[in-house]
């Protein structure tokens, strides 16, 4: 598969300013080569990095923040963590909302993956498990759409406002093997460059094809009758 094909697709249809980001879950590292592993971000600056045009390998070793780490099974989760008392310090949560928030959240188990591999998604050398956007609101609304596109019925996004990056669009997306929306979290709007007005989604990779084709099809009537905004150009 071209993967820059499909970025320049998906791009094109969604009118995308930024790169979208593939995601390798890696039961060996040394699988891939090429991969810069020398240095220390949050998972939420790997994405960033990665959406830049980097190709990155995030470890137990170079993941500088352990509640993204222990979320993707990097490293067990540190007490401070889950008794509540790391988010009711930085003042996101009351203790007790802290510690059911931690107790709830989907992760990976211990060691099932040794990395994850990251690159933009034209230059990725591998078919990427999932695939994760960094965009305005009305992008991931036709995306959404996308995915119901044939099949019809309801989406329903996960998220607790904490873990936006490395839970919401990545750890939830391979679990449920659907896409999930994310409104961030304090770490990445702290950490990244993220502007106040975009979202976060991911998806899983395979899906790419099913979702292209739908949104060529959205975009010969819906998409742009509605960026056109003519109802609303007929009542001014």
Known sequence: ???KIISDRLKDLLSLKNEAVGLKLLQDNTSVSGYNSNNRYTFCQFIMKAR???KLLATADNVACANGSSALGFIPVPEKLMNGEFLSQ??????????????????FSQKQFSGIALA?????DFDPDIIVLETVPEHLMWLALATIHQTGGRLEFSSSISN???VDTTVVPFLRQKLNV???CYGCRNATSIPDDNLLAGFPGDQIQDILDSLQMINE???PRTREKRAYARLI
Not at 90 to 107: D, H, I, N, V
Not at 120 to 124: G, Q, S, T, W
């Open 120 to 124: 933009p998604l034209p230059e990725v």
């Open 1 to 3: 598969m071209d993967y």
């Open 164 to 166: 936006g990056t490395c």
């Open 221 to 223: 009537k819906a998409m």
């Open 52 to 54: 830049e045009g980097n």
């Open 182 to 184: 994310s409104l961030g």
């Open 90 to 107: 930085l003042g996101s949560f009351q203790k007790e909302g802290a510690q059911k928030t931690m107790e709830s959240m989907p992760r």
